[in-house]
């Protein structure tokens, strides 16, 4: 006799239920006026103190990539250009910037910081309007940091001598600069604060879809009376900035984008004796321990993914979650998600701006698709994607293995990796197991755990429960496929000087 | 248990005080802030001519009439549209009164054939440093008289002492007092201090039945703050997500204006989302917000401040 078989009931998987983010006492439009921005209809070359018409006579057009609508054109450079703007900045160099005293570049420098802080809100709106980002981004982070970085890199400049002590400090000469789109005066800011005060000239070059902010910090600098082709502002496409970096004159190459392109420069310039600082991808990884401030850890997460539409080279694209914490993370990072407002960047409640080329968006939804292909759980937050613009909404896919492309390739877009790891040993491994090292952090509630951490982690950065914090006296740059130099604080000082 | 992080949190809260929340939104906001003030008179000089005066301001807190017919005049450029919106639209009542028990019979009478509820405080408010014996008498004798609900202090002294279990079981005990009333237990945040105590306290107060939560007596020195409240609204969320039940929050003490007022409810409608967004489940506890509330509104209306002397101080 068989035992009677027993009633197999399956255990029901119930979908939790979720909160409901609707159009209840929905918030109004409020977006911030354009009027204390003058955007003019063409751009020349900023070269040697004066705008001027560039020798190519060619200009491409710049539009706001949350409407398509064409904002102005831009002078692009060709070669001629370019070794007029190098010879203004060696002539600049020689003549004057080399030769001044330390205390006198400082008060240059002070004066451009004051300026931009004095037009602050012109700047976030056009930084706003020319690459998509939302204005509270610009407002509040943006244009307040490189006010910062203005101010913080004037007052090292005369004082070098206690930066590196018992060493005296010479500058290296003509650097030219090469700026990403991500944040387009920023970066620029970044680069060219530190190689003033260190008493070199530049010449610089903003990505070719987002020339605006550092075309209007011309502006600012023709009005500071700096020095004559101290500053040389050379739009153009990735050829002008070819050209930039094959420049015989030009002693060093302080570069920020993709590493493929960080690759080319390596090689180009091999051999020549130019210096380089590269600041380039990056596949951070966000790690979240079972007894992290939960609720804290999720805005970490949003804040390390999808500030900037995640066109940020650290963001928090890798998430590494302890397993036992897995649903409730997600559970929460879907309601959470609910809750970001997509739209117009200039609408002060924007969360969520533009991506900022067609292209870009390509990309993009390139390997998103191949996240699903490859069998990754794909969530996407519920909203309404603007008609005319180029626009993604804030994604994240859960099931991810360190072998999928998600997981290994940088996306530069909203969309994040969710994978999980069971004991520390494995988070580290699983957070190095990268060809990028740019950043990271580390959530947890226990001290002790975020430094034997964050030791380990082979990252430019690591920060502790928070993410996205950015300080001028906080070194900034990467390992292995990530870059080398630093950018900020007393080691960004490093690569602008010769120690004697 | 799950900590919170002070930096984070705090950076969350200002981040979403923030929020831009202009023209229609701002008197939807208003209006919603209105029916959810419990209007609050707790003070040893409290007399029946004072409840009575106050219940008829949370009854009617702006003659409707008068605020129409000043919008019936011409509005400012750009405010046409909420001038016409709030013609059509009646102030709504405040959501409570909160009274002593003593005050209890004066407010039902007054408040005869309205929606408005009764909250009463109980179990030796403020301070809950009452035999345990007399708070839930306190409590059946004030749910006896009349009140909806009841405004429980929170007995800090064994909290902090670590006596979880004995808080706990005073709660449930309370709330078995409360019968079909509703019990808001009143967690005093501004001596819990940390951010992980308000937390835990939440916890507890839920779990042992509390139907609201509630941040403050107003009589501590630091009362309600964003922050504090987030902490109760992310504690209040969790709890929906383990056990289904909802529960209401309720900051009090130290909030006087709309700006204020329209900040709170940016928290429950980007912490807990629609659901939340009422008086059933959302409560001020406030005195002086409700002026400041129909000053804005008649700003919003007319384009002009008006004096305070056009707001009665009941």
């Not at chain 1, 006026?33 to 560039?54: N, Q």
């Not at chain 1, 390390?304 to 993370?329: K, M, P, T, W």
């Not at chain 2, 029916?35 to 949370?58: F, N, R």
């Not at chain 2, 019979?105 to 109980?122: C, D, Y």
């Amino acid at each position: 006799m068989t035992a009677p078989e027993k009633k197999v009931t399956r255990l029901e998987v119930v979908e939790p239920k979720s909160l409901q983010f609707g159009k209840k006492w929905d918030y109004a439009p409020s977006p911030e006026s354009t009027d204390p921005v003058k955007i003019k209809l063409r751009y020349e070359l900023f070269i040697g103190g004066k705008f001027t018409v560039p020798k190519s006579g060619n200009y491409f057009k710049t539009i706001n990539p949350a409407t398509e609508e064409v904002l102005s054109e831009v002078a692009e450079a060709n070669e001629a250009d370019v070794d007029i703007a190098v010879k203004a900045a060696r002539v600049a160099y020689e003549k004057y910037w080399s030769k001044l005293a330390p205390a006198e570049r400082a008060k240059y420098i002070f004066r451009i910081a004051r300026q931009l802080q004095e037009k602050a809100r012109e700047f976030a709106i056009l930084e706003t309007m020319d690459n998509g980002k939302p204005i509270k981004e610009t407002r509040d982070f943006d244009v307040p940091t490189a006010a910062a970085h203005l101010f913080y890199h004037a007052g090292w400049a005369d004082k070098l001598e206690y930066a590196f002590p018992g060493r005296k400090t010479r500058p290296l000469g003509v650097c030219g600069l090469i700026v990403p789109w991500n944040f387009p005066l920023l970066i620029a800011i970044w680069k060219i604060a530190p190689a003033l005060a260190t008493g070199n000239t530049v010449v610089i070059k903003p990505s070719k879809t987002t020339s605006l902010s550092l075309l209007h910090l011309a502006k600012i600098i023709e009005e500071a009376d700096l020095p004559p082709g101290v500053v040389n502002v050379v739009t153009g496409t990735g050829k002008t900035g070819d050209m930039i970096v094959r420049h015989q004159d030009i002693q060093k190459i302080s570069f920020t984008g993709s590493t493929a392109v960080g690759k080319g420069i390596i090689k180009a310039t091999a051999g020549t004796g130019k210096r380089l600082t590269m600041e380039l991808g990056g596949k951070s990884a966000n790690i979240i321990f079972e007894d992290a401030a939960i609720d804290q850890a999720i805005e970490g997460i949003i804040q390390g993914i999808y500030f900037n539409q995640g066109h940020v080279c650290c963001a928090g694209s890798r998430l590494f979650v302890q397993e036992g914490i897995r649903d409730l993370v997600i559970r929460k990072l879907k309601d959470r998600i609910q809750s970001l407002r997509l739209g117009n960047p200039l609408d002060k409640n924007t969360d969520i701006g533009a991506i900022i080329s067609g292209e870009q968006l390509e990309t993009i939804r390139e390997l998103v698709k191949s996240g699903v292909d490859e069998g990754c759980e794909i969530y996407q937050a519920p909203c309404e994607l603007p008609k005319k613009g180029f626009w993604f909404a804030p994604t994240f896919f859960t099931g991810v293995a360190q072998s999928n492309r998600i997981a290994r390739e940088e996306i530069f877009g909203p969309v994040l990796s969710i994978l999980t790891f069971r004991t520390p040993e494995e988070a580290v491994e699983k957070a190095n197991n990268t060809a990028y090292g740019l950043a990271g952090a580390v959530w947890t509630d226990k001290g002790s755990k975020i430094f034997k951490i964050s030791s380990k982690l082979k990252s430019g950065v690591v920060w502790g429960n928070t993410y996205n914090k950015f300080d001028p006296a906080s070194p900034f740059g990467g390992y292995k496929e990530s870059g080398f130099g630093r950018e900020g604080g007393l080691h960004g000082l490093l690569p602008y000087v010769e120690l004697e | 248990m799950q900590t919170v992080d002070q930096i984070g949190i705090e950076e969350r809260a200002a981040s979403l005080a923030k929020r831009s929340i202009k023209k229609q939104t701002k008197v939807e906001g208003i209006l919603l802030a209105i029916s959810m003030i419990d209007l609050t008179t707790l003070e040893g000089k409290d007399s029946a001519g004072k409840v009575q005066a106050m219940c008829q301001k949370a009854i009617r807190p702006l003659d409707s009439a008068n605020l129409q017919s000043q919008c019936q005049g011409p509005a400012l450029p750009g405010r046409e549209a909420n001038s016409k919106s709030l013609r059509s639209q009646m102030i709504p009542s405040v959501a409570a009164v909160c009274v002593y028990p003593s005050m209890i019979p004066i407010a039902k009478k007054a408040l005869k054939g309205t929606q408005i509820k009764i909250a009463s405080v109980a179990t030796g408010f403020p301070s809950g440093l009452t035999p345990l014996s007399i708070k839930i008498e306190e409590t059946k004798k004030a749910v006896a008289m009349g009140a909806d609900e009841i405004d429980m202090v929170l007995s800090r002294g064994n909290f902090l002492s670590g006596e979880y279990e004995k808080v706990s079981d005073e709660i449930s005990l309370v709330k078995e007092a409360c019968g079909d009333s509703h019990l808001k237990v009143i967690l005093e945040t501004g001596e819990l201090e940390t951010y992980d105590n308000v937390r835990k306290a939440s916890f507890l107060a839920m779990n042992a039945g509390a139907n609201f939560i509630k941040t403050s007596t107003g009589k501590a020195a630091v009362n309600a703050t964003l922050p504090v409240t987030l902490v109760m609204l992310e504690a209040i969320r969790d709890y929906w997500y383990q056990t289904g039940r909802m529960i209401g929050m309720k900051p009090a003490g130290g909030i006087r204006t709309s700006k204020q007022a329209l900040q709170y409810l940016v928290m429950v409608k980007e912490t807990l989302g629609d659901a939340w967004l009422s008086n059933e489940w959302f409560r001020f506890g406030a005195s002086t917000l409700t002026n400041d509330l129909l000053m804005q509104l008649a700003k919003e209306a007319t384009g002009n401040y008006q004096s305070l002397d056009y707001f009665t101080n009941d």
